[in-house]
């Protein structure tokens, strides 16, 4: 399920990333720049909020960025796995 929600947002990334380059009809053009520009703020705010909690390298980074929402729960579940493991 995941590896979906992971391919929906890269073609989100890439329609907007498209738009830059080759713009769209007049509607969907702004609709797309509208929908980069609040990927870019979201993602970068998960970025800068997630990134001392779930203990972030620059990798973990990069894919909180780029799949937002979805990076930050695997790894949060996968920090949450190896805290309780080591509290045993």
Known sequence: MNMIRRLLMAGVWALCLINLVRPLEAPLEN????????????????????????????????????????????????????MEKESR
């Open 31 to 82: 609709l797309f720049y509208i929908v980069l520009g609040v990927l870019v703020v979201l993602h970068g705010l998960q970025v800068v909020l997630f990134s001392k909690v779930l203990q972030l390298d620059l990798a973990g980074k990069v894919d909180v960025f780029i799949f937002g929402g979805i990076a930050a729960n695997e790894r949060r579940k996968a920090l949450l796995a190896k």
